[in-house]
């Protein structure tokens, strides 16, 4: 029988999931832009990023409101400054601005490490209190 721990559960792990392929798919650009490479590839990795990141905070944001939690304004404010991020390096990016947009990938990488082992692991703890 499914209760509301094993959706608790579930909805869990596939945000573990989702945060691993947000900070691969982030160190795979940090490491694009290092190295230099084509700037069409860049633009690639950035779309496909910043797709990645909409949807999946689009996604964490709606299991948070289904369940109440209290440090939701916070948290999506963080989201909404990562997605902020994200569009100033693609200004960067486009205007050929190459020492700032390592530093801005850089930054963006440091800045979602730190939301997933403080916020998220609140998050988490916090669904995991539910159960
Ligand atoms: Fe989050």
């Known amino acids: 029988m499914s ?11 596939g945000i573990d ?20 490479r084509d700037a069409g590839e860049v633009a690639h990795l950035l779309e496909q990023l910043s797709a990645y990141c909409e949807a999946h905070f689009v996604s964490e ?5 289904q369940h109440s939690f209290d440090e939701y304004e916070d948290h999506a404010d963080d989201h909404c400054h990562m997605m902020d991020l994200l569009r100033v390096i693609a200004i960067d990016h486009a205007t050929g601005n190459s020492s700032e947009l390592k530093n801005i990938t850089d930054e963006a990488l440091a800045f979602i490490d730190n939301h997933i082992s403080t916020r998220d692991k609140r998050f988490a703890d916090f669904l995991h209190s539910a159960q």
């Open 17 to 36: 999931r989702e945060h691993e392929v947000q900070l691969s798919l982030l160190r795979t650009l940090c490491q694009a832009v290092r190295e230099q």
């Open 3 to 13: 209760t509301i721990s094993d959706f608790n559960t579930a909805a869990q792990a």
């Open 61 to 65: 944001e709606l299991i948070m409101r």
